[in-house]
């Protein structure tokens, strides 16, 4: 599979390490997990496992026993991700998803969160790759956003242009996916995928004050991906600075409405047969 974006991902930058390890929730991502089916004893893949927190707090629902491999093209991340998480049943490879992963072995779980927003082309594409490496009877698990950014009350009329703006632009030329969310269920109904679950809940819903890390979250999120998108942001005479400026105006007033949905998805891989 060929994904000409595949390695420019949209929020690259010197805080992206940083920014992973300080919006990752561990009761959450414990949530998700076991209500996709997480044993003790499998053998699971992580795939854009970041700087590695995820693959660790995902490492912890399989033991006693199991084995967990994170996966990530970043080279930074891997290094950081191996520094700090790697011991001898959790193991962190660069690679690429949207390449063959044959020779990383097959897996009874398959965790895939917030990566396929990245790759709006080639999401299909990638969970069919990774179905090849799921041992029949496997479980995968797909997570993303859905109206991604897209949900504020009561932000001033320009700013909602812009972020509409914004939005398009990266989903036009940076092969990012603000709907990412609402396609996952017919990725694993295309691919014969049995026992399939959905669940749909508010994944920021901010009203009020905000903690630091939401804070950073964000104000780097509009930064990174506003200022990588190209996007004049012409409904600002000032651009892209005026932009930003509204926008942390909007974002740091406890009056402001922010919600963003998150869709999760799981199915079993048939036990006779390759899905797909
Ligand atoms: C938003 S982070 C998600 C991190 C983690 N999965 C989580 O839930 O917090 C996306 C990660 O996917 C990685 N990534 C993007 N495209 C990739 C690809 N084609 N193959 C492997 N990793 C990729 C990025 O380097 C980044 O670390």
Redesign the pocket.
Known sequence: MT?MF?YN?L?ESDQ?TLR?KL??DRATLEKQAKWAGIKPGMRVA?????AGK?TFYLKKLIEPGGEIVG????KI?IKDANHNFKSDSIHFLC????NSLDDIGEFDFIWV???LE??RLTSFEIVRNLTKILKPGGIICLIDLDHNCLNHFEAPEALIRSLAGLMNELETNKNFDPYAGRKLYSYLYDLNFENIDVDLYAHHLFYGELNQSNIFNWITKAEVAAKQSGYDFNEFKGGFNEFYEVFKEFFLNPRRFTYTPVITCRGRKSLNGSPG
């Open positions: 994904d595949a991902y929020m992206e992973l919006k990752t992580d795939i854009g496992c970041g995820t996966i990530d093209n970043s991340r690679k690429n998803a949207c969160r917030f990566l990245y790759h």
